[in-house]
C-alpha cells in the first residue's frame, strides 16, 4: 500500500505500508502494519455497511536515519493542515482502497512541536548530505534540545562557512607585550573547532 495526504501546499507518501488483517466480518475490517520495522504504525476500519472509515496515525518507533524520521514527521504535518486528505493506494492494482479528509484521521504523537521538529531534522538532513565523508548518519533516540542547538550551530557553519558566539577569555598580557594603542585596533585569535560527536557519527567542520 501507498499511503498519501494531500494539501493545498503538495503531497508526502510513504510507500511501503504492508497491511495484515486483525479483524473482519459482515460489518468491519480491520488492517494493520504494526508487523513493520517503520515509525508510523497505520491502522485502517472500513465499515462496510456505512461505506466509510478511519486511519488511526501512531508515531511507534524512530526513524533509523534522519531521512526516514523527517519523511515520517512530514506525514503527520501534513495531516495537520486544514485542506489535508489521506489516501490509500493498492500499488499492485493502482486502485484507491480509502480516501477521506482530516475528520477522519485520528493522529497520536508526542511531539510538543511538530513544526519545529521537522525544521531541525531538514537542517540535519542538510548538514548531512555535505558531510558523507564522515560516514551515513543514525538516529537511535529522538532529538532533544541539546541535539537542536548542536544542530542549528552547525547548520550556519556548513551553510555560511561561519558561525557568530559569544564568549568570554581568560589571558594574561605580559610586561613586554605589544598593545596596541590606536582606537579600533583589532586583535585576531583562531580557533580549531573540536570534533563532534552527531548521530553515530564525528565530524570536524573547521
Known sequence: MRLEVSSQNGTVALPYIEFRIVRSDSTRVTLVNDHQAIPLEVTLDLH????????RLRKVRIGRTPADEK?????????MRS????RLIDIERNVIVHESDLSSVER??????LVRYHEILEKLC???ARARRFGAMGLDRELNEDDAALIEELFMIVRDGQVEKTTTLDFMVKPD?????H???????????EPVDLCGTRNRFG
Open 108 to 113: 497520536d504523537t508526542s511531539l510538543p512541536d
Open 177 to 181: 607585550s605589544q598593545i596596541p594603542e
Open 48 to 55: 462496510i455497511r456505512e461505506k466509510n472509515g478511519l486511519v
Open 183 to 193: 582606537a579600533g585596533a583589532e586583535i585576531k585569535l583562531h580557533f580549531d573547532m
Open 71 to 79: 519523511e515520517m514527521v512530514a506525514v503527520l504535518l501534513w495531516t
Open 126 to 128: 542538510f548538514i548531512e
Open 83 to 86: 485542506s489535508s486528505r489521506i
